[in-house]
């Protein structure tokens, strides 16, 4: 029997983002450890280097300037302004992955995230949730990277970030790293699934398909009933 339904073969782009220090990024290094076919679309920023960052692969580390002159060139799907530094998606590879049928991660800050939204309607935007402020603030703190001021500002955008939940088609909290990962696996199957995916739909006429079914040798000698 011929294959009933096509399914579009483009993959899909997933916006992955959420307050500074719910652990996006853990998340994300675990869920493309164990998933083929991803692609992780890496972000630019004019902010400086902290420790444990790599070039080219935590960030593209560009200068304010460099960033304004690509800005002018068009060459972000979108950018914004955070904690005073830049940020934003190169355009660069994201089409030629999803027309390849290659899902793209984008793990950008909630501003991008909703422009993203607006300008790729389609896109799975997942907010990821930290288990409490509480622990959240432990995080930021615990980073020892910033000064008190900048922890209180990240602390405070965390809040205005929340706020901007129900405008996500997912939220999932960051109680373990793993069961995260294993929800944002489960959330693009099912996206994958869905009906408005499907291209086409084989179907032979009743008759074709009785006389199909009949004439199967896994049915021969059997009694059939319809």
Known sequence: MSKILKQKERGSLIVISGPSGCGKGTIIKDFLSKHDNVWLSISCTSRDMRPGDIADETYFFISRGEFEEKIKNDEFLEYAVYNGNYYGTPKEHIEEKLTKGIDVILEIEVQGALKVKEIVPEAICIFIMPPS??????????????????????????????????????????????????????????????????????????????????????????????
């Open 133 to 226: 402020m509480k622990e959240l603030r432990k995080r930021l703190v615990g980073r020892g990277t910033e000064d008190k001021e900048k922890v209180l500002n990240r602390f405070k955008t965390a809040y205005k970030e929340i706020n901007e939940v129900t405008r996500y088609n997912y939220v999932v909290t960051n109680d373990s790293i793993e069961d995260a990962s294993k929800k944002i696996a489960a959330i693009i199957m099912s996206e994958k699934c869905r009906v408005d995916r499907i291209e086409e739909v084989y179907l032979n006429n009743e008759e074709e398909e009785i006389h199909e079914l009949l004439m199967d040798k896994d049915f021969v000698n059997e009694d059939i009933k319809i």
